[in-house]
Structure formats: C-alpha cells, structure tokens
T-cell receptor, first 117, second 111 residues
Framework: EPEVTQTPSHQVTQMGQEVILRCVPI?????FYWYRQILGQKVEFLVS????????KSEIFDDQFSVERPDGSNFTLKIRSTKLEDSAMYFC?????FGQGKADTQYFGPGTRLTVL | GEDVEQSLFLSVREGDSSVINCTYT??????LYWYKQEPGAGLQLLTY?????DMKQDQRLTVLLNKKDKHLSLRIADTQTGDSAIYFC???????????FGKGTKLSVIP
C-alpha cells in the first residue's frame, strides 16, 4: 500500500539554526500538508499546499517557516531560525483530491521529531 | 476558532467494548475522522464519517454521529491489547483544507 514517508525520523539542532524536514507524499496525490504536535498536545495544522502554492496557513506558520516542492516527489518544510518552542513532532500528509462528494482523506507520514537545544 | 474536545483517558478490560467520545464546534463540518497513534508512530486513519450520515460500521469499529449535538463517538467491540493507543478525533470544515484535531484519548486495555 502506498504511504507517505518522512526524513529524518529525528532531527536535533541548535537554537537559531535552519532545518529542512523532508516528505515524500503518495505519488498521485495533489494536496500536501504539514502539521505539528508538541509533546502531549494537540496535532496542529501548519500549512496546506496545492498547485505549487500555499492554499491555507495557520497563525503558527509565520515568516520563519516556508514550504517547497522542489521536484515532482519531495515536499519540504524549512524553519529558518529555530526556537526552543519549535521542538515538536512534525507530520506531513497528502491527499488525492478534495471534495466531489467523497472523502479523499489525508494520509499521514510517520513524523519527524525535531528537538531544538 | 473551531474546537474539538475529547476526554483524555479511557481504561477498559480486554474483550469489553470501548467507547471514545468527541464533541466539536464547527457546524459546517463535512467529514469527521478517527485516527490512531501508537507510541512513537504516526497517525493511522481508522475510519471517517460524512456529516449526512448517522452511523458507520467497519468490522469492530462503529462510528455514531449526532450532528444536532455535534457529538461523535467511536465504539471498538471486543477490545484487544493491540488497541491500546491514543485515538484522535478530527473534523474538516466545508471548504477547508485543514483538519482540526482533539487532544486525543489514551485508551489502555487491561489484560
């Protein structure tokens, strides 16, 4: 069964450093998402991406964050200057299509645990 | 903003039924989902229900939706130790690209 993959599984970085989290969505999917989960808290939406542009973003997704689909397979989340509070599990998700009367659900990857020291 | 609430813990004996409850505030929710998260793992989609349905059954899983009360429940029949995990309720509003999640209910199954 096709699945979303993410690398690395765990990333440790120093405060102020840039990190890039990588995701390979399911191959025929068109919509891509990033969510994060701070330890013990809710899974929170960060951003959605379709047709090479951001469709929707949350208040968390400020100027320090960016997303990119540099080629036909990868979808990346960049944090320019990491803060301690960016420590969380980051989940990538992808979806085949949207609406049209049936649930095309979001499939989640296993997550990247980001630890900012 | 929209909100989804769940009780944080549930403990059941193996073989019993588990019922995990969820309430949400978005009256325009189109789909509601249940995801399962095992320790250290990602989010596994268990089942979903469209907002014009009252009930959906899928093997040991039964989802009940009361749209008037904005209440969603997940019943797991014959609960097994392998069902121990955190269960997240999530809703998707009309025309929205994002899911809003609850905090998750940690299900512990006692052998």
């Amino acid at each position: 069964e096709p699945e979303v993959t993410q690398t690395p599984s765990h990333q440790v970085t120093q405060m102020g450093q840039e990190v890039i989290l990588r995701c390979v969505p399911i191959s025929n999917h068109l919509y891509f998402y990033w969510y994060r989960q701070i330890l013990g808290q809710k899974v929170e939406f960060l951003v959605s991406f379709y047709n090479n542009e951001i469709s929707e973003k949350s208040e968390i997704f400020d100027d320090q964050f960016s997303v990119e689909r540099p080629d036909g397979s990868n979808f990346t989340l960049k944090i320019r200057s990491t803060k301690l509070e960016d420590s969380a599990m980051y989940f990538c998700a992808s979806r085949a299509s949207f609406g049209q009367g049936k649930a095309d659900t979001q499939y989640f990857g296993p997550g990247t645990r980001l630890t900012v020291l | 903003g929209e909100d989804v609430e769940q009780s944080l813990f549930l403990s059941v004996r193996e073989g019993d039924s588990s019922v995990i409850n969820c309430t949400y505030t978005d009256s325009s929710s189109t789909y509601l989902y249940w995801y399962k998260q095992e320790p250290g793992a990602g989010l596994q989609l268990l089942t979903y229900i469209f907002s014009n349905m009252d009930m959906k059954q899928d093997q040991r899983l039964t989802v009940l939706l009361n749209k008037k009360d904005k209440h969603l429940s997940l019943r797991i029949a014959d609960t097994q130790t392998g069902d121990s995990a955190i269960y997240f309720c999530a809703e998707e509003g009309a025309g929205s690209y994002q899911l809003t999640f609850g905090k998750g209910t940690k299900l512990s199954v006692i052998p």
